[in-house]
């Protein structure tokens, strides 16, 4: 989305920023139809996300019940001390954050070597686009229970490969040994979104201009020179635009490790966590604070990323 | 027009990315006249609460529908609490587990004024009793259970070995039958599969293990703390002791099915499971069949004692169904003995009903219903009554507590003594 704006850029707003004086009726007239084609989507959107992420803010400053919302008294601050005190939701933040640090790295970089593949002109090439899909077409719920059954232990197909292929020597408990649930989740994490990030990479490099690489052809350049001086900064946009949309979703992951390995400690992430105190133990006030934290987190890591984005999108220009 | 359209693409796709990540529920719209009931969905229940809504469907002329819900339990209980906390209609009779009355006691009808005494007092009283929170009636038992050793009668003659009646005795079994028949070629086999995945049925396990030991039952009747003493650190420590030596590291994983899986298939020489897999493992496609056994689970030791944790389903009746009436008529007739005797001769779940123990076709078909009749009347109960609205936060900790040990990650002493203060803190100092 960061990759349009500034081509759009309306005229008159240079124009109305030279002369001070009131707006022409033209631009009042224009202003207002923004107004009303805006209108109906912030009505929703104050709907659907505003009412709901208010009321969560509320509820994480009293004491709510899920039995009995309604008759909630005021606790100030008090659910956000308890949480800052509660080693298990300090695990929950590291299992979080390592869970998005490692699957967003991991996928960008497979993302961008299959992006740079179907790129080229392979034949059958709109097929293997197609397929390359599938994975994330599969609701996630659906494809974390197959993995499920592929990791299991005794009867999983994972193991049963790895066994052929000599890669171990006895068959591994994926889910369920406290030293590889977590690399599990991030595996089927990976395998599921690499799909995405391809999709992003390969919108941009279609749009690269083909007389840059004529160019870098008839100088001679060599092909790694190419890539990281001229394809890489030209899809840096599209890039970055793809790794905010994977690091927010990530950050917020609840149905893989949810459906892997359940309310686990091992895996459990911050939306695991607060589900738990929401739902199996009725405490909405303090599920409402962790929600609450949650949201803060992603929303202060989207600031700091379109901030940090857009000053280099311009001077990139 | 190129640039558009790949634009346009990438929009798409953006916008995509975030609706299909948002949470689906299924709502089921429940027409005026017609009665819709949660069926259960581990093993055979599902087509056995499915054919019994519809025999009663087809006696009263009422319309039924069928919902099926989570295998896990405490999904179940989830999508329960939220489905009545909005004061929802939408399911009409709901089947609870016996932890639960006190956490949704509000939310249903009280059936001891919607039902004749004499049909309630056909049950066992303890379990009527358990239904009952603050005088009202809440649920009717369907099936009660306890936890249960099967082991693999032929695997234990072969070894020249006899049904455990110690968990130390079994442990040692476990080993001998795992390694022989390993030797024998079957690298796949275990000595023992149990529920050891971070969830209720690790509760009840552990459950278990400390109360054979005579460890107690986490919190005693008085609402004190008493899970750290040395027989609870011995019964857990001893189930430390199996993982990766005579359980799979997968155990960790395990729900009932999934042990179920590991044992029908026969890699595993003893499980620990409810009622509901022996009917399943003597089915006709069953590897197992004809070779398994049953017991009481094992003593904690010559002076410990045989236990199992209680468990079991009721039916209770939503308080804002639409169709109380005919609601509370198909909780009665799930609940009849013609039903329970169907259930316990077709998947072998026990009955709530004494008489019933007595029952010929039942005793010839499921004989160690009969047998194991003072097993279900004296197991252990979760302390779920007096930690009233808390349960699920002391079963967690528990379960979280027992998983941390099993996994390797903390020692028994101090991982029962964290547990202590924690739920000593839950519980304000034992008032609850």
Known sequence: MAV????????????????????????????????????????????????????????????????????????????????????????????????AAVSVSLETVLGLVVALTLNANLKGRGIVRTAVLIPWAVPTVVSAQMWNWMYNDLYGVVNAVFLKLGLIDHPYAWTASPSLALAAVIAVDVWKTTPFMTLLILAALQLLPQEIYEAAKLDGIPSPKVFYKVT??????????????????????????????????????????ARQQLI???????????????????????IIYITAGRVKFDTGR | MAVGSRLAVLFSAALAFVGVSSVLTARPAAAQGTVSVACGSVGAEFDL??????????????????????????????????????????????????????????????????????????HFPAIIEANTVGGKLVALPAFTDAGLLYYRKDLLEKYGRKPPTTWQDLTESAKIVQDGERKAGNDKMWGIVFQGRAYEGLTCNGLEWVDSFGGGTIVDGKGKVTINNPKAVAAIKLAGSWIKSI???????YAEEEARGAFQSGNAVFMRNWPYAWALSQAPDSPTKGKVGVSALPKGGPDGKNTGTLGGWNWAVNKYSKNTKAAVDLAKYLTSPEEQKRAAIEVSFNPTIPALYKDKDILAKNPFIGDLLSTFTNAVARPSRVTGSKYNQVSSEFWNAVHEVLSGKSQAEESVAKLEKTLTRLSRNGKW
């Not at chain 1, 890489?232 to 149905?255: C, H, K, N, Q």
């Not at chain 2, 009808?109 to 004499?118: F, M, Q, T």
């Not at chain 2, 359980?247 to 994983?253: H, I, R």
């Open chain 1, 4 to 99: 349009a704006p500034s081509s759009l850029h309306p005229p008159e707003v240079i124009g109305h920023k030279a002369v001070a004086v009131a707006p022409s009726l033209l631009t009042r007239q224009r202003r207002r139809a923004a107004l009303y084609f805006i209108l109906p989507m912030m009505t929703v959107l104050t709907a659907v996300a505003g009412w709901p992420l208010a009321r969560t803010i509320y509820f994480s400053f009293t004491n709510a019940n899920l039995d009995n919302l309604g008759s909630q008294e005021w606790v100030g601050f008090a659910n956000f001390v308890s949480l800052a005190q509660d080693p298990e939701w300090w695990r929950a933040v590291t299992n979080t954050v390592k869970f």
């Open chain 1, 232 to 273: 890489l900064p030209l899809i840096r946009p599209a890039l970055m635009v793809a790794i905010i949309f994977r690091s927010l979703d990530a950050l917020r992951i609840f149905d893989l490790p949810y459906v892997l390995t359940g309310n686990s400690r091992q895996t459990a992430s911050m939306a695991v966590y």
């Open chain 1, 280 to 302: 199996d133990f009725q405490d909405v006030g303090y599920g409402s604070a962790a929600s609450t934290f949650l949201f803060a987190v992603i929303a202060v890591f989207t």
């Open chain 2, 49 to 122: 609460c499915k054919t019994g809504a519809e025999a009663w469907s087809k006696k009263t002329g009422n319309q039924v529908k069928v919902v099926s819900v989570p295998k896990d339990s405490n999904e179940q209980l989830a999508l329960f609490q939220q489905l009545l906390s909005q004061k929802s209609g939408e399911i009409d009779v709901i089947r609870i587990d016996v932890v639960w009355p006190g956490l949704l006691a509000q939310h249903l009808v009280d059936l001891s004024k919607e039902v004749p005494k004499d049909v309630i007092a056909q």
């Open chain 2, 247 to 253: 359980a799979p590291e997968g155990v960790l994983n």
